[in-house]
Nanobody, 122 residues
Framework: QVQLVESGGGLVQAGGSLRLSCAAS????????MGWYRQAPGKQRELVAT???????NYQDSAKGRFTISKGNAKNTVYLQMNSLKPEDTAVYYC????????????????WGQGTQVTVSS
């Protein structure tokens, strides 16, 4: 069983900052990549940022220069530092991890967290 738990969401004024955290736990052999996605009301879920086990990062264009994804010192954790937040960043933010589970499959499977609400007021 694998669990991803997010934290750090909340209400912030435009221009403010938030840091989201995600910790994966359970029967994990390895994690290929972790990332953050978001879904605003009435819209499809979209990629915000990802980071591989080797440290390579990828960002959605709107996140470049404002958001930073990083791996934590604690194993299997990832952070999303969000600065200069805008009202259009309002969404539920989800953590996703590509995880290889022992005895399940040699291939990685996607696991998702429950989501954390980020609301940016104007």
């Amino acid at each position: 069983q694998v669990q991803l738990v997010e934290s750090g969401g909340g209400l912030v004024q435009a221009g403010g900052s938030l840091r989201l955290s995600c910790a994966a736990s359970g029967s994990i052999f390895s994690i290929n990549a972790m990332g953050w996605y978001r879904q605003a009301p009435g819209k499809q879920r979209e990629l915000v940022a990802t980071i591989t086990s080797g440290g390579s990062t990828n960002y959605q264009d709107s996140a470049k220069g404002r958001f930073t994804i990083s791996k934590g010192n604690a194993k299997n954790t990832v952070y999303l530092q969000m600065n200069s937040l805008k009202p259009e960043d309002t969404a539920v933010y989800y953590c996703k991890a590509e995880i290889v589970v022992p005895l399940l499959s040699p291939l990685p499977h996607d696991y998702w967290g429950q989501g954390t609400q980020v609301t940016v007021s104007s």
